[in-house]
């Protein structure tokens, strides 16, 4: 199985910053790689898919970057309604495996 | 398009349980369909995976004997049938569309149908 590891586990950022998520695969995904954002007691939102593909109604404020085995979810300027927990999600070969999160808090 | 489980609840261990869930407003039969599962505190976890037709099915090792996914197109449903249930199936279990006809990212979420198995 591919192993998907998310750092840091907790982002303390404030409102206007930039924030930068990291996740590593154990093994190449190509750019078979997707990012979601969930907040308490809800599903999660797809954000990005394909690397850096938007998802529909994904603000312009996130992009994803990366290729093979490093890939990066960056917040441009976060809003108060971006403190979620942010998952990435490789679906290059199944079984489909999930980091374990990155926590974006105030 | 819209995903709307139902059928979790409190079941024993070993016991048996079938979670629906039912697509609106999209072509339910042109999407391959997934099963994924949340445990309290824990990351996301693929649980199974149907073809269109429902000719072609995967799970994960974790499940694998124990659960059966199906789909009856004609009525936009999909379905998990879980058996010989274990302390680790407590999970919310999503029903989930793919955001198009290639890539396993999804885009569509149903709100979850919560699994507890305790005696």
Redesign the interface.
């Known amino acids: 199985d591919i192993v998907m590891t998310q750092s840091p586990a907790t982002l303390f950022v404030s409102p206007g910053e930039r924030a930068t998520l990291s996740c590593r695969a154990s093994q190449s995904v190509r750019n ?1 790689l ?1 990012w ?1 954002q969930q907040k308490p007691g809800q ?4 954000l990005m ?2 690397v850096s593909t938007w ?2 109604d994904t603000p312009p404020r996130f992009s994803g970057s990366g290729s093979g085995t490093e890939f990066t979810l960056t917040i441009s300027s976060v809003q108060s309604e971006d403190f979620a927990v942010y ?1 990435c ?1 490789q ?1 290059s070969t ?8 990155t926590k974006v808090e105030i | 398009a819209q995903l709307v489980e139902s059928g979790g609840g409190l079941v024993k261990p070993g016991g048996s349980l079938r979670l629906s869930c039912v697509a609106s407003g999209f072509t339910f039969s042109s999407y391959r369909m997934f099963w994924l599962r949340q445990a309290p505190g824990k990351e996301l976890e693929w649980v199974s995976y149907i073809s269109l037709s429902g000719g072609e099915t995967d799970y994960a090792d974790s499940v694998k004997g124990r659960f059966t996914i199906s789909r009856d197109n004609g009525k936009k449903s999909l379905f998990l049938e879980m058996s010989g249930v274990r302390a680790e199936d407590t999970a919310v279990y999503y029903c989930a569309s793919p955001v198009d006809l290639v890539s396993d990212a999804f885009d569509i979420w149903g709100q979850g149908t919560k699994v507890i198995v305790s005696s």
Request: glycine share 18%; aromatic share 22%.
């Open positions: 078979n997707a979601y599903p999660p939102r797809l898919y394909g998802a529909p998952y999600q679906y199944r079984p489909l495996t999930f980091g374990g999160g």
